[in-house]
Structure formats: C-alpha cells, structure tokens
T-cell receptor, first 111, second 114 residues
C-alpha cells in the first residue's frame, strides 16, 4: 500500500533560522513526488514536482530534494510570510492518476 | 483567469439533507477530482474524472455521487448527509496528457452536518 509520512507535524522557527521538512514515502513505482503549500482557509498551491532520485528544484527560499525513500523541503533564511502548512504527495504506478497525500507540516516563522 | 472555482464556501446541513457542491474550471483540464480534508488526516480522494462522461471512485466514495457532463464542471452530490461528512472539500483539476501535471486546487467548501 502506498504511504506518505511527513515530519515534524509542526515546526516553529525564528526569522532567518534555516531548517528542513521531511517526507518519507513507500510506493509501488514512483511516478512523481509533489510539494504543495497551503495557507489557512485556502486550497493547496503547487510548489514543485520531483521525478527521480537525485533531482533538486528551487524557488526563492525553498529547495526540494529527492532520494529513493524520502524528500526534503529545505527552507533557507525563512521569513514570516513562509508560515503555512506544507503538503507532500506522491503519484504511483499503482494509484494511477490519484495523489496520495501526507498529513502535512505546519510551519510558523516568527520575526 | 479564475482557475478552479468552488461554491458555496460554507454550508451547514442537517442529517439526511441533500446538497450539491459545485466545481468549475476554466483551464480546459481533462482531469478533475474531489478530495476531503479532515483534521489530522491527509487529503483523501473521493471521486475523479478523466473526461466528460467518465467518472471513477477514489479512496472514500461512499455517500457521494458525481457526474461529468462537460469538461468545465464536476459537481459532487451528497444524497443524505451524515455527521461523518463534516469536512472541508476541495476540487482539483489538471491536464492529463502532460506527464505528472500538477493538480490545481480550488479554495474549498467547508461543510458542517449537524
């Protein structure tokens, strides 16, 4: 069965304090791993897609990396506006078009 | 460009009532889907469609019906609401022929069943 586990559940950082969010996955053939950002009262907003181990993608203060078992979302020198819930999802050969989501990591950045 | 539009934003129902959650997209996406989001759980797929006239069940389909008569619209029907259906519902769409095209989400409908 395809599974996605995100850790930690919640993370509090000071502005400028870099850290990483983890997404561990077990799938029957990875077709893609997706990172989304969700603000309170809003729908998830797409950030990145990673397809194969070793791949990295960057956007502003965020960098996503992928290994055969997990993905990391690195946040460098975060700002208060980076506060949100970050969701990880996988698309597998077994699930077809469906995405399997983790429970998310809620990030709070204080100034 | 509106993207994915969901209505209503909030709804309160009594047990046994029926209602339809509306979803429309203006991106000409073939794939559309409905997810529910509950505290402490990840987004879970209810139903999805790969094109007009084609629908299929996701992980948690019981108590919900869908239809897809046009490319743009994908309504979700609750036939007899139950308190267990209290949740936030998200509609999402994507291209299907582009490999691993990301899902675009609406801003959700918050449903409370009393």
């Amino acid at each position: 069965e395809d599974q996605v586990t995100q850790s930690p559940e919640a993370l509090r950082l000071q502005e400028g304090e870099s850290s990483s969010l983890n997404c561990s996955y077990t799938v029957s053939g990875l077709r893609g791993l997706f990172w989304y950002r969700q603000d309170p009262g809003k729908g998830p907003e797409f950030l990145f897609t990673l397809y194969s181990a070793g791949e990295e993608k960057e956007k502003e203060r965020l960098k996503a990396t992928l290994t055969k078992k997990e993905s990391f979302l690195h946040i460098t020198a975060p700002k208060p506006e980076d506060s949100a819930t970050y969701l990880c999802a996988v698309q597998s050969n077994q699930a077809g078009t469906a995405l399997i989501f983790g429970k998310g990591t809620t990030l709070s950045v204080s100034s | 460009n509106a993207g994915v539009t969901q209505t209503p934003k909030f709804q309160v129902l009594k047990t046994g009532q029926s209602m339809t959650l509306q979803c429309a997209q203006d991106m000409n996406h073939e794939y559309m889907s409905w997810y529910r989001q509950d505290p402490g759980m990840g987004l879970r797929l209810i139903h999805y469609s790969v094109g007009a006239g084609i629908t299929d069940q996701g992980e948690v389909p019981n108590g919900y019906n869908v239809s897809r008569s046009t490319t743009e619209d994908f309504p979700l029907r609750l036939l007899s609401a139950a308190p267990s259906q209290t949740s936030v519902y998200f509609c999402a769409s994507s291209r299907i022929h582009a490999n691993n095209s990301p899902l675009h989400f609406g801003n959700g409908t918050r449903l409370t069943v009393t």
